[in-house]
């Protein structure tokens, strides 16, 4: 099994290319199933996580073919609309093919999903607005099976601001009878992305963005160009690598308003973050690190998926500091590992309390999950020592050649094959 090995305490510095989103291109891919006409995508991430997708749609009979950061999906004949166990398991977002499933073909067989193990994440949100479009929906042996002979537009209202839900009910109300209003939606840029690809393939969708969204129903979508968001992530990841290296990194790409919370918390902390005359964006670290709290939230708040880089950020910060995480219930799964490394972090439920120390020490650590991952690779950039990073499959599903781009900035990072 591969790992990654780091000789920490090295300056960052150089620029980055940030890389295409995964969770803006996996519903983009699954929204393909809508069209009778090829969709391409551009600006598309080498991930595992793309790459299963890939996968599970070839399984369905539909023609994946990606070239370089480009993807040409032609879903004009869908032979079987069934995702399997054996690759849903690997991966929650293969939840998204439901609603276009059960939208172009009638019906839907999908296994219930897996994926981190950083919560329970349940669908019922999605399945509760399918029945509300006119879906026939049965848990059977492990699996959704939904059916419908055409769905039917509905006022929608989600009890929380789940962002799969949301993708999930967008699409399959794209071609809907009818009028969908979504309340309570998410508000995350992904979402805004979805709606403009599926507006190119002529859907009517308005209100993406913010939390009431409306979607009126078209009898046919067809293919179209769309060029996927830059990784709002993998952006503050690297972000968070500046700062904790004390490092100026450039990054190419970057788009500040997709985060913003995240950026003013970077900001507090002591990060100089501003746009370069090119355009991108400027991230300066330095000493001391200030301490900051911080409460993970549905977008536009902080981001979940940066609370555990944040972490490391304030492992090395002067004073004390409180994460508070509200989005899932288990997302602290990295806390022992860094204790390994000598930061001083305890948790209290939903919070985890910081003391910020004056340095890192290198030890072998494992990863639980894809975020965890990369907060485990940036306490090694940062740790006095060697850092080995064992599991970093996690890392692969969502990072696009992350040593490699480290490696280009300055630090001392290798990938060891297992």
């Given at each position: 099994?591969?790992?990654?090995?780091?000789?920490?305490?090295?300056?960052?510095?150089?620029?980055?290319?940030?890389?295409?989103?995964?969770?803006?291109?996996?519903?983009?891919?699954?929204?393909?199933?809508?069209?009778?006409?090829?969709?391409?995508?551009?600006?598309?991430?080498?991930?595992?996580?793309?790459?299963?997708?890939?996968?599970?749609?070839?399984?369905?009979?539909?023609?994946?073919?990606?070239?370089?950061?480009?993807?040409?999906?032609?879903?004009?004949?869908?032979?079987?609309?069934?995702?399997?166990?054996?690759?849903?398991?690997?991966?929650?977002?293969?939840?998204?093919?439901?609603?276009?499933?059960?939208?172009?073909?009638?019906?839907?067989?999908?296994?219930?999903?897996?994926?981190?193990?950083?919560g329970e994440r349940p669908i019922n949100l999605h399945l509760k607005g399918l029945e509300a479009l006119g879906a026939a929906i049965r848990l059977t042996g492990g699996y959704v099976e939904a059916e419908a002979k055409r769905l039917r537009g509905?006022?929608?209202?989600?009890?929380?601001?789940?962002?799969?839900?949301?993708?999930?009910?967008?699409?399959?109300?794209?071609?809907?009878?009818?009028?969908?209003?979504?309340?309570?939606?998410?508000?995350?840029?992904?979402?805004?992305?979805?709606?403009?690809?599926?507006?190119?393939?002529?859907?009517?969708?308005?209100?993406?963005?913010?939390?009431?969204?409306?979607?009126?129903?078209?009898?046919?979508?067809?293919?179209?160009?769309?060029?996927?968001?830059?990784?709002?992530?993998?952006?503050?990841?690297?972000?968070?690598?500046?700062?904790?290296?004390?490092?100026?990194?450039?990054?190419?790409?970057?788009?500040?308003?997709?985060?913003?919370?995240?950026?003013?918390?970077?900001?507090?902390?002591?990060?100089?973050?501003?746009?370069?005359?090119?355009?991108?964006?400027?991230?300066?670290?330095?000493?001391?690190?200030?301490?900051?709290?911080?409460?993970?939230?549905p977008h536009p708040g902080f981001p979940t998926d940066l609370q555990a880089q944040m972490m490391v950020l304030m492992a090395l910060s002067r004073g004390l500091s409180v994460i508070t995480e509200t989005v899932f219930e288990n997302r602290f799964?990295?806390?022992?590992?860094?204790?390994?490394?000598?930061?001083?972090?305890?948790?209290?439920?939903?919070?985890?309390?910081?003391?910020?120390?004056?340095?890192?020490?290198?030890?072998?650590?494992?990863?639980?999950?894809?975020?965890?991952?990369?907060?485990?690779?940036?306490?090694?950039?940062?740790?006095?020592?060697?850092?080995?990073?064992?599991?970093?499959?996690?890392?692969?599903?969502?990072?696009?050649?992350?040593?490699?781009?480290?490696?280009?900035?300055?630090?001392?990072?290798?990938?060891?094959?297992?």
């Amino acid at each position: 099994m591969d790992k990654i090995l780091i000789e920490g305490g090295r300056r960052l510095e150089g620029r980055v290319r940030v890389s295409g989103a995964k969770n803006a291109t996996l519903p983009l891919m699954c929204a393909a199933l809508l069209a009778d006409t090829p969709v391409t995508l551009k600006n598309v991430p080498d991930l595992m996580d793309v790459r299963t997708t890939a996968k599970l749609l070839r399984t369905m009979g539909v023609g994946v073919a990606i070239e370089g950061d480009a993807a040409v999906i032609d879903a004009a004949r869908i032979a079987s609309p069934e995702a399997p166990y054996e690759l849903v398991k690997t991966m929650r977002a293969s939840i998204l093919v439901l609603g276009p499933l059960v939208a172009r073909c009638g019906r839907a067989r999908v296994s219930l999903p897996g994926g981190c193990a950083i919560g329970e994440r349940p669908i019922n949100l999605h399945l509760k607005g399918l029945e509300a479009l006119g879906a026939a929906i049965r848990l059977t042996g492990g699996y959704v099976e939904a059916e419908a002979k055409r769905l039917r537009g509905d006022r929608l209202y989600l009890d929380f601001p789940t962002v799969t839900g949301t993708e999930n009910l967008m699409m399959a109300a794209a071609l809907a009878e009818g009028r969908t209003t979504i309340k309570n939606a998410a508000r995350e840029p992904e979402i805004e992305d979805l709606a403009a690809l599926l507006n190119r393939m002529g859907a009517r969708i308005e209100g993406a963005g913010t939390d009431m969204i409306t979607i009126e129903g078209a009898s046919r979508l067809s293919g179209a160009e769309h060029t996927v968001i830059p990784d709002r992530i993998e952006a503050g990841t690297f972000m968070v690598a500046a700062g904790v290296t004390g490092g100026d990194l450039v990054l190419e790409g970057a788009r500040l308003d997709h985060l913003e919370a995240a950026v003013a918390k970077f900001r507090e902390a002591g990060l100089e973050i501003t746009r370069d005359p090119s355009g991108a964006v400027r991230v300066r670290g330095g000493r001391p690190i200030r301490s900051v709290d911080v409460k993970t939230l549905p977008h536009p708040g902080f981001p979940t998926d940066l609370q555990a880089q944040m972490m490391v950020l304030m492992a090395l910060s002067r004073g004390l500091s409180v994460i508070t995480e509200t989005v899932f219930e288990n997302r602290f799964m990295h806390v022992p590992e860094l204790r390994r490394m000598g930061a001083r972090i305890e948790t209290q439920g939903s919070r985890a309390i910081i003391e910020g120390v004056a340095g890192l020490d290198g030890a072998p650590v494992m990863a639980s999950d894809l975020r965890a991952s990369a907060a485990l690779v940036l306490a090694g950039l940062a740790a006095r020592g060697t850092t080995e990073v064992n599991r970093i499959y996690h890392l692969d599903r969502g990072y696009e050649r992350m040593e490699a781009k480290f490696a280009a900035v300055g630090a001392a990072i290798r990938r060891v094959r297992g």
